[in-house]
Protein backbone atom coordinates (compact mmCIF):
# COMPACT_ATOMS: atom_id res chain seq x y z
CA UNK A 1 0.00 0.00 0.00
CA UNK A 2 3.02 2.18 -0.67
CA UNK A 3 1.99 5.89 -1.89
CA UNK A 4 5.10 6.91 -3.71
CA UNK A 5 6.90 4.11 -5.15
CA UNK A 6 9.63 4.15 -7.01
CA UNK A 7 12.12 1.25 -8.85
CA UNK A 8 14.73 0.34 -8.59
CA UNK A 9 15.89 1.68 -5.22
CA UNK A 10 19.58 1.71 -6.44
CA UNK A 11 20.89 2.15 -9.59
CA UNK A 12 24.79 1.73 -10.79
CA UNK A 13 26.08 1.73 -14.34
CA UNK A 14 28.83 2.84 -16.10
CA UNK A 15 29.21 6.33 -18.04
CA UNK A 16 27.82 6.62 -21.46
CA UNK A 17 24.99 4.11 -20.16
CA UNK A 18 21.17 4.86 -20.38
CA UNK A 19 19.23 4.17 -18.03
CA UNK A 20 15.42 4.86 -16.35
CA UNK A 21 13.81 5.00 -13.15
CA UNK A 22 10.23 4.43 -12.51
CA UNK A 23 7.63 6.30 -10.19
CA UNK A 24 4.24 5.48 -9.49
CA UNK A 25 1.72 7.16 -7.26
CA UNK A 26 -1.79 5.74 -5.68
CA UNK A 27 -2.85 8.66 -3.82
CA UNK A 28 -5.34 10.07 -7.09
CA UNK A 29 -3.19 12.76 -7.40
CA UNK A 30 -2.68 14.91 -10.34
CA UNK A 31 0.52 16.42 -10.25
CA UNK A 32 4.07 14.57 -9.96
CA UNK A 33 7.36 15.66 -9.59
CA UNK A 34 11.20 15.12 -10.06
CA UNK A 35 13.91 15.98 -7.42
CA UNK A 36 17.72 15.51 -7.76
CA UNK A 37 19.57 15.36 -4.04
CA UNK A 38 23.29 16.16 -4.39
CA UNK A 39 25.82 14.77 -2.35
CA UNK A 40 25.43 17.56 0.01
CA UNK A 41 21.57 16.72 0.66
CA UNK A 42 20.96 19.82 -1.72
CA UNK A 43 17.57 19.12 -3.09
CA UNK A 44 16.43 21.01 -6.51
CA UNK A 45 13.37 20.43 -8.64
CA UNK A 46 13.86 19.13 -11.82
CA UNK A 47 10.15 18.68 -13.75
CA UNK A 48 6.99 18.79 -12.87
CA UNK A 49 3.57 16.91 -14.53
CA UNK A 50 -0.21 18.09 -13.92
CA UNK A 51 -2.62 16.16 -15.35
CA UNK A 52 0.47 14.24 -17.88
CA UNK A 53 1.32 18.10 -19.04
CA UNK A 54 4.66 19.72 -18.26
CA UNK A 55 4.19 22.17 -15.94
CA UNK A 56 8.03 22.26 -14.51
CA UNK A 57 10.79 21.80 -16.84
CA UNK A 58 13.94 23.86 -15.06
CA UNK A 59 17.70 24.18 -16.18
CA UNK A 60 18.30 20.53 -16.52
CA UNK A 61 20.56 18.81 -19.39
CA UNK A 62 18.46 17.34 -21.96
CA UNK A 63 20.09 14.14 -21.46
CA UNK A 64 17.14 13.79 -18.49
CA UNK A 65 13.92 13.64 -20.48
CA UNK A 66 10.66 12.72 -18.32
CA UNK A 67 7.66 10.80 -19.21
CA UNK A 68 4.10 10.67 -17.83
CA UNK A 69 1.91 8.08 -19.51
CA UNK A 70 -0.94 8.75 -17.02
CA UNK A 71 -1.52 10.44 -14.03
CA UNK A 72 -0.53 8.00 -11.90
CA UNK A 73 2.82 7.82 -13.27
CA UNK A 74 5.90 9.52 -14.40
CA UNK A 75 9.04 8.02 -15.42
CA UNK A 76 12.79 9.32 -15.63
CA UNK A 77 15.19 8.77 -18.53
CA UNK A 78 18.66 9.57 -18.50
CA UNK A 79 20.87 9.57 -21.94
CA UNK A 80 24.20 9.33 -21.38
CA UNK A 81 24.75 9.40 -18.36
CA UNK A 82 27.85 11.41 -16.82
CA UNK A 83 30.23 10.99 -13.69
CA UNK A 84 28.04 14.16 -12.17
CA UNK A 85 24.87 12.78 -12.05
CA UNK A 86 25.28 10.46 -9.01
CA UNK A 87 22.85 11.85 -6.86
CA UNK A 88 19.78 10.51 -5.23
CA UNK A 89 16.64 11.22 -7.20
CA UNK A 90 13.12 11.69 -5.69
CA UNK A 91 9.92 11.06 -7.39
CA UNK A 92 7.13 13.28 -5.32
CA UNK A 93 3.22 13.61 -6.27
CA UNK A 94 0.84 15.89 -4.79
CA UNK A 95 -3.18 16.97 -4.97
CA UNK A 96 -2.77 20.02 -7.41
CA UNK A 97 -0.71 22.94 -8.16
CA UNK A 98 1.05 24.99 -5.80
CA UNK A 99 1.10 24.93 -2.14
CA UNK A 100 0.02 21.27 -2.04
CA UNK A 101 1.60 18.98 0.46
CA UNK A 102 4.03 16.81 -1.81
CA UNK A 103 4.78 13.45 -0.97
CA UNK A 104 7.92 11.89 -1.39
CA UNK A 105 9.07 8.26 -2.98
CA UNK A 106 11.78 6.84 -1.29
CA UNK A 107 14.24 7.89 -3.41
CA UNK A 108 16.67 6.31 -5.91
CA UNK A 109 20.32 6.16 -5.53
CA UNK A 110 22.21 6.82 -9.16
CA UNK A 111 26.01 6.06 -8.89
CA UNK A 112 27.43 6.23 -12.21
CA UNK A 113 30.87 4.69 -12.40
CA UNK B 1 19.33 34.40 -4.73
CA UNK B 2 19.01 31.48 -1.92
CA UNK B 3 15.11 31.74 -1.65
CA UNK B 4 15.40 29.12 1.80
CA UNK B 5 17.81 29.89 4.54
CA UNK B 6 18.71 27.44 7.20
CA UNK B 7 22.17 28.90 9.63
CA UNK B 8 22.09 25.56 11.04
CA UNK B 9 24.15 23.01 9.33
CA UNK B 10 23.90 20.81 12.36
CA UNK B 11 22.55 20.36 16.16
CA UNK B 12 22.84 18.56 19.19
CA UNK B 13 19.58 18.12 21.60
CA UNK B 14 19.41 16.25 24.83
CA UNK B 15 16.26 13.60 24.93
CA UNK B 16 13.25 14.83 26.68
CA UNK B 17 13.99 18.50 25.84
CA UNK B 18 12.72 21.04 22.97
CA UNK B 19 14.57 22.18 19.87
CA UNK B 20 14.15 24.73 17.47
CA UNK B 21 15.47 24.91 13.81
CA UNK B 22 15.50 28.08 12.48
CA UNK B 23 14.15 29.04 8.90
CA UNK B 24 14.00 32.16 6.87
CA UNK B 25 12.61 32.51 3.28
CA UNK B 26 12.52 35.31 0.96
CA UNK B 27 9.58 35.95 -1.51
CA UNK B 28 7.67 39.02 -3.01
CA UNK B 29 4.40 36.47 -3.39
CA UNK B 30 1.66 37.07 -0.93
CA UNK B 31 0.79 33.82 -1.30
CA UNK B 32 3.07 31.24 -0.73
CA UNK B 33 3.32 28.10 1.82
CA UNK B 34 5.93 27.04 3.93
CA UNK B 35 6.77 22.95 4.94
CA UNK B 36 9.05 21.07 7.14
CA UNK B 37 10.12 17.68 5.78
CA UNK B 38 12.41 15.04 7.95
CA UNK B 39 15.06 12.99 6.23
CA UNK B 40 16.33 10.22 8.68
CA UNK B 41 19.49 7.97 7.99
CA UNK B 42 17.36 5.80 5.54
CA UNK B 43 17.01 8.47 3.36
CA UNK B 44 13.27 8.74 3.07
CA UNK B 45 11.61 12.32 2.89
CA UNK B 46 9.10 12.56 5.89
CA UNK B 47 6.28 15.39 5.44
CA UNK B 48 5.89 17.22 9.01
CA UNK B 49 4.41 19.79 9.07
CA UNK B 50 2.71 22.90 6.69
CA UNK B 51 1.88 26.82 7.15
CA UNK B 52 0.20 29.03 5.12
CA UNK B 53 1.26 32.18 4.08
CA UNK B 54 -2.68 33.60 5.04
CA UNK B 55 -2.93 31.39 8.08
CA UNK B 56 -3.15 33.15 10.93
CA UNK B 57 -2.72 30.61 13.63
CA UNK B 58 0.62 28.63 14.02
CA UNK B 59 0.36 25.08 12.58
CA UNK B 60 1.00 22.27 15.31
CA UNK B 61 1.07 18.83 13.92
CA UNK B 62 1.60 16.37 17.67
CA UNK B 63 5.36 17.79 19.16
CA UNK B 64 5.61 19.92 15.70
CA UNK B 65 4.82 23.46 15.28
CA UNK B 66 6.07 25.86 13.25
CA UNK B 67 6.82 29.50 14.71
CA UNK B 68 5.97 31.68 11.90
CA UNK B 69 6.65 35.28 11.69
CA UNK B 70 5.43 36.44 8.36
CA UNK B 71 6.78 40.27 8.42
CA UNK B 72 10.31 38.78 9.92
CA UNK B 73 9.57 35.60 6.41
CA UNK B 74 10.97 33.40 9.41
CA UNK B 75 9.02 29.31 9.84
CA UNK B 76 10.99 28.14 12.48
CA UNK B 77 10.33 24.65 13.15
CA UNK B 78 9.77 23.23 17.05
CA UNK B 79 10.12 20.14 18.35
CA UNK B 80 8.91 19.66 21.69
CA UNK B 81 10.01 16.77 23.98
CA UNK B 82 12.65 15.04 21.75
CA UNK B 83 13.38 11.68 20.94
CA UNK B 84 15.93 9.19 19.66
CA UNK B 85 14.19 8.86 16.25
CA UNK B 86 14.19 12.55 15.66
CA UNK B 87 17.91 12.23 14.84
CA UNK B 88 17.65 13.36 11.33
CA UNK B 89 18.09 15.67 8.82
CA UNK B 90 15.44 18.56 8.70
CA UNK B 91 14.46 20.69 5.46
CA UNK B 92 12.74 23.73 5.43
CA UNK B 93 10.80 24.58 2.00
CA UNK B 94 8.88 27.32 0.70
CA UNK B 95 6.49 26.78 -2.43
CA UNK B 96 5.46 30.26 -4.25
CA UNK B 97 5.34 28.76 -7.58
CA UNK B 98 7.49 26.05 -7.06
CA UNK B 99 9.57 23.75 -3.86
CA UNK B 100 12.81 25.22 -3.21
CA UNK B 101 14.47 23.91 -0.30
CA UNK B 102 16.63 25.16 2.37
CA UNK B 103 20.32 23.25 3.00
CA UNK B 104 18.86 21.58 5.94
CA UNK B 105 19.44 21.02 9.31
CA UNK B 106 21.03 18.10 11.13
CA UNK B 107 19.46 17.62 14.60
CA UNK B 108 21.19 14.37 17.19
CA UNK B 109 19.24 13.79 20.25
CA UNK B 110 21.31 12.32 23.16
CA UNK B 111 20.01 10.24 25.52
Known amino acids: DTAVSQTPKYLVTQMGNDKSIKCEQN?????MYWYKQDSKKFLKIMFSYNNKELIINETVPNRFSPKSPDKAHLNLHINSLELGDSAVYFCASSQGRGQDTQYFGPGTRLTVL | AQKITQTQPGMFVQEKEAVTLDCTYDTSDQSYGLFWYKQPSSGEMIFLIYQGSYDEQNATEGRYSLNFQKARKSANLVISASQLGDSAMYFCAMDDYKLSFGAGTTVTVRA
Open chain 1, 27 to 31: LGHDT
